[in-house]
Every structure is written in structure tokens, then in C-alpha cells.
């Protein structure tokens, strides 16, 4: 079973509009983080946000929330009022187990190419 | 501060030859994961250091292989190339404290694109 499922290819938004990028994950950890990363035509991978297992308020970083549903094993980015510059990839991954025992792996969705309309 | 640096951003090499790429991780960064992007296969783990130690390993076979430094720099070498190891390289620091619970995301560095002919 895949780790991390991103199930839109692609997806065409209007600017100035709001834009919900979906993730669900599997894992039998209790323990686990769950990433967002935004990844220009550059290449470099940009962070955006994260979400703790054991987090219970849902993850705001500026014009990025991120709806975490842990029973469903969702955790969708939400872009407020889009931006021509936030046309790009967006990947979802996850970290799992306790930080605190070394674990640096990150599992990659395959990712959302967001394109932004004017 | 400065952020991750990958070097070189871009090389070309022949099939059966060797190659060495370097990632300078943020400074008072301990751990460094690699990172291979590739169409067909998205992002794939390759491995990841800390304290000039591998301590995760993906499914990649022998030919590629990493190396940490003492100021936590680190090389990644892939051996005797093939065509399939076309694809951006990245590489990502973090803090990785250890004994605490907390988050440390990691950061990337812009990558290195390797062609193989």
C-alpha cells in the first residue's frame, strides 16, 4: 500500500481564490509527522508546514493551514487566496516514529502540480 | 544564514563513469538525507547521516554510497552510472536533536541534476 497518496495530478485555480491540495497516509505508528513541500521549476524543495501526530490544533503557517483529519488519515494544504507564485509541485510526506530515536526518513506523495490562472 | 548548497547544481557524465555530489548542510545541522527525483519513480530515499554515521538506508543497490564529515558536510558517490541514474539529487539538513520529541523539518538544498549519456 502506498505511504502517502496525493490523488490530483493536477489541478487549474483562479487567482485570489482558495485552494485545498488533498493527502492521505497510512501507518500503523502512532508517532508520525506529516510535511508539506512546494517545489518550484527551480527544484529546490520549499517547507511549508507540518503536523504532529499527537498535535491537536490543526497547523497555520501564513496563507497555509493544513486540515489534519487523523481518523480519516487526511491531511489536506489549504492555500488561502492564491497567488500567480504558488503555481508550482506540492508534495505531502511523512516521517514515522519518534523523532527522538533518529528517524530523518521522509516518505514522499507523488505530488499536485498547482497551476494558478490570473 | 545561509541554506543548503548542493554542488555542482548540474553534471554530465558517461555511462560507467563515477560521480561525487556535495551538500554543505545548514550550519549547526547534524543530519543529512539524500534524496533521487525522478519521473517515474517521484522522490526516493537514498540515506541519511548523522554524526559522520549512516543510520537509514533505502532500497538503492551498492553503487550508491555517502560519506559524512566532521563539520557535517556530506558527499554522495554513485559508481559505474547507468542511464536509470539520471534525475535530481537532493539533499536536506536538519537539526536532529536527539532524546526529544519535537519537530525538525528538514531543509533542501536546489539539487543537483545528473544526466548520464
Known amino acids: 500500500a502506498q505511504k502517502i497518496t496525493q490523488t490530483q495530478p493536477g489541478m487549474f485555480v483562479q487567482e485570489k481564490e482558495a485552494v485545498t491540495l488533498d493527502c492521505t497516509y497510512d501507518?500503523?505508528?502512532?508517532?508520525?509527522?506529516l510535511f508539506w513541500y512546494k517545489q518550484p521549476s527551480s527544484g529546490e524543495m520549499i517547507f511549508l508546514i507540518y503536523?504532529?501526530?499527537?498535535?491537536?490544533q490543526n497547523a497555520t503557517e501564513g496563507r497555509y493551514s493544513l486540515n489534519f483529519q487523523k481518523a480519516r488519515k487526511s491531511a489536506n494544504l489549504v492555500i488561502s487566496a492564491s497567488q500567480l507564485g504558488d503555481s508550482a509541485m506540492y508534495f505531502c510526506?511523512?516521517?514515522?516514529?519518534?523523532?527522538?530515536?533518529?528517524?530523518?526518513?521522509?516518505?514522499f506523495g507523488t505530488g499536485t502540480r498547482l497551476t494558478i490562472i490570473p | 544564514k545561509a541554506g543548503v548548497t548542493q554542488t555542482p547544481r548540474y553534471l554530465i557524465k558517461t555511462r560507467g563513469q563515477q560521480v561525487t555530489l556535495s551538500c554543505s548542510p545548514i550550519?549547526?545541522?547534524?543530519?543529512v538525507s539524500w534524496y533521487q527525483q525522478t519521473p517515474g519513480q517521484g522522490l526516493q530515499f537514498l540515506f541519511e547521516?548523522?554524526?559522520?554515521?549512516?543510520?537509514n538506508k533505502g532500497n538503492f543497490p551498492g553503487r550508491f554510497s555517502g560519506r559524512q564529515f566532521s563539520n557535517s558536510r556530506s558527499e554522495m558517490n554513485v559508481s559505474t552510472l547507468e542511464l536509470g541514474d539520471s534525475a535530481l539529487y537532493l539533499c536536506?539538513?536538519?537539526?536532529?536533536?536527539?532524546?526529544?520529541?519535537?519537530?525538525?523539518?528538514?531543509?533542501f538544498g536546489q539539487g543537483t541534476r545528473l544526466t548520464v549519456v
Open positions: 536536506a539538513s536538519s537539526l536532529a536533536r536527539k532524546g526529544k520529541e519535537i519537530n525538525t523539518e528538514a531543509f
Open positions: 501507518t500503523s505508528d502512532p508517532s508520525y509527522g
Open positions: 503536523q504532529g501526530s499527537y498535535d491537536q
Open positions: 510526506a511523512m516521517r514515522e516514529g519518534p523523532l527522538a530515536f533518529g528517524n530523518e526518513k521522509l516518505t
Open positions: 550550519s549547526g545541522h547534524r543530519s
Open positions: 547521516y548523522f554524526s559522520e554515521t549512516q543510520r
